[in-house]
Nanobody
Framework: QVQLVESGGGLVQPGGSLRLSCAAS????????IHWFRQAPGKVREGVSC????????VYPDSVRGRFTISRDTAKNTVYLQMNSLKPEDTAVYYC????????????????WGQGTQVTVSS
């Protein structure tokens, strides 16, 4: 069964850290880019990171650059999103998505989505 499963979300205080995981099963990540998106209530979905598994290139928007780090463990077929210095505005449901042959994180050809994991940043 092909699926992406996110984990690692939760409640954290401002300034804290979380590490999200996106584990793939039923397919290998080698020919994919993994995108992390987030969506807060009433807001549009926002891309927050991407890594091209084959090329290793990464992409971050200004809103998270320097605070978020995406990485991959090909042996575990898993991608991680390390989130530091979290802010209340980072509160959202975070989703990972797999884009086939998206070697430069263009965002095209997304085939698989995870179910999402809630991140809440609050004191």
């Amino acid at each position: 069964q092909v699926q992406l499963v996110e984990s690692g979300g939760g409640l954290v205080q401002p300034g804290g850290s979380l590490r999200l995981s996106c584990a793939a099963s039923g397919f290998t990540l080698d020919y994919y880019a993994i995108h992390w998106f987030r969506q807060a209530p009433g807001k549009v979905r926002e891309g927050v990171s991407c890594i091209s598994i084959r090329v290793g290139s990464t992409v971050y928007p200004d809103s998270v650059r320097g605070r978020f780090t995406i990485s991959r463990d090909t042996a575990k077929n898993t991608v991680y999103l390390q989130m530091n210095s979290l802010k209340p505005e980072d509160t959202a449901v975070y989703y990972c998505a797999a884009a086939h042959q998206d070697y430069y994180c263009s965002g095209y050809n997304i085939i698989y989505w995870g179910q999402g994991t809630q991140v809440t940043v609050s004191s």
